[in-house]
C-alpha cells in the first residue's frame, strides 16, 4: 500500500514487525515511529535508515498526522487508549481522515478495543482494527506472524470487500496469509487471541511441571520430549517452547531464555482469558490455579524480563548460574 505509514510501540514485538514494515513499504515513503522510550526509536533508525526515510515522531498525534496507516502494539488496555484517545497526543489529536487504516495488534480486552474503535470510526479519524499476533519475537522477525483480524461492522457489507484488501496488503509485510484469520466484526480477533492464549499460557505451564515430573523419576530429557511429541501430549508449545534448556534447540530455554514473552505478561494474557470466560458463563478453573504460579513466577529475579519458559527455573528451583 501506497503513502506514508506510522508505527507506535517498538517493544520487542513492535521493533521487528515495523522493521519489516520500512523493509517492504515504498522505499520513497517515510515510516514514523513513536516509543515512549525514545532510545528504542534510535535504535531503529540506526538499524533499519538504509531502507528508506524514517522519522522519530514526538507524539502519536505527530505520527498519524500525515500517515495513511497506523500500526499499533502496545502492553495494556490503557495504554491503547492513550494512543488513540489522548486529546493532547492521541491519533484522536490528529488530523481527522476517515481513510486512514489503523491496525491495532496488542492483546487487550474486546470491550475496551470496541470502544476505541468505534470512537475514531464516528469521529472520522480511521477504520480501526482489532489485528492481535501470534508467534512470539521469532515469527515477528521473520515476518510469518499470525493474525486474528476483527473488522467487518454493521454497514459495511458494500465495502468489505476492499478494506479486506487493504488490510492484507499491509499485514502480508509481517505475517504470512495462510495464517491471517478474518474472524468477523470489531473485537472478535481479541476473542480469538484471548481464547488461543488460554490454552497456551496455561500449557506452558503443564509442560514444564511435566517434563520436571519425568526427569526426576529418571527419564532422560529429550527422550521424554520425543515420547510427548509422538503421544497425546503433543503441541505447539512443547514442540518450540520446551522449558527444558537443550531438549529442544530452537527454544527460549535452549539460548539462556531469549525472549519470545516476558513472564510478567503471562499474568495479563491469562487475566484476560479468566475475565473473558467469567463474563460468557464459563468458570475458567484450569487458568485460576495456572495464573497463581504465573504470578509467584513474575516475582522471581530468575524470571523477570526473560521469556515464559523461564518458569522451569521458578517450579524446580534452580538457581540460575
Known amino acids: 500500500m501506497d503513502g506514508n505509514y506510522a508505527f507506535v510501540g517498538l517493544g520487542a514485538m ?18 514514523y515511529i513513536y516509543d515512549v522510550h525514545r532510545p528504542s526509536c534510535e535504535r531503529f533508525v540506526s538499524e533499519y535508515n ?6 522519530i515522531s514526538q507524539s502519536v498525534k505527530d505520527a498519524a498526522s500525515d500517515s495513511k496507516v497506523v500500526i499499533s502494539i502496545v502492553p495494556t488496555a490503557d495504554n491503547v487508549r492513550q494512543v488513540y484517545l489522548d486529546q493532547q497526543s492521541g491519533l484522536i489529536a490528529a488530523p481527522a481522515d476517515a481513510d486512514r487504516l489503523i491496525l491495532e495488534c496488542s492483546t487487550i480486552d474486546s470491550a475496551s478495543t470496541r470502544k476505541v474503535g468505534e470512537a475514531l470510526r464516528s469521529s472520522g479519524h480511521g477504520h480501526y482494527v482489532d ?49 491471517f484469520f478474518w474472524c468477523g466484526k470489531l473485537g472478535a480477533g ?15 505451564l503443564v509442560i514444564a511441571e511435566a517434563m520436571a515430573m519425568g526427569i526426576r523419576n529418571g527419564i532422560e530429557p529429550k527422550l521424554l520430549q520425543d515420547v510427548i511429541h509422538n503421544s497425546s501430549g503433543q503441541s505447539f508449545m512443547g514442540d518450540h517452547v520446551n522449558p527444558v ?34 463474563q460468557v458463563g464459563i468458570q475458567p478453573t484450569m487458568a485460576e490455579a495456572a495464573i497463581e504460579v504465573w504470578k509467584k513466577a513474575a ?21 540460575d548460574e
Not at 166 to 177: A, E, H, S
Open 245 to 278: 534448556p537443550g531438549v529442544v534447540p530452537h527454544a527460549p530455554s535452549s539460548n539462556n531464555w531469549r525472549l519470545g514473552f516476558k513472564t510478567q505478561m503471562m499474568i495479563k494474557d491469562i487475566g484476560l482469558g479468566v475475565d473473558a470466560a467469567k
Open 131 to 179: 489485528s492481535p499476533v501470534s508467534g512470539g519475537v521469532p515469527a515477528a522477525e521473520a515476518g510469518t506472524l499470525s493474525f486474528m483480524i476483527g473488522s467487518k461492522g454493521p454497514s459495511e457489507e458494500d465495502t468489505a470487500e476492499i478494506m479486506a484488501a487493504r488490510i492484507n496488503d499491509v499485514l502480508v509485510m509481517m505475517g504470512q496469509p495462510k495464517k
Open 50 to 55: 538504509g531502507a528508506g526515510p524514517i522519522e
Open 190 to 204: 481479541l476473542a480469538a487471541k484471548i481464547s488461543n492464549n488460554y490454552i497456551s499460557c496455561t500449557f506452558l
Open 14 to 31: 513492535g521493533f521487528a514487525m515495523a522493521g519489516n514494515i520500512r523493509k517492504k513499504m515504498s522505499s520513497k515513503s517515510t515510516l
Open 299 to 319: 516475582e522471581d529475579p530468575r524470571c523477570v524480563d526473560r521469556d515464559g519458559s523461564s518458569i522451569w527455573l521458578h517450579i524446580n528451583d534452580i538457581r
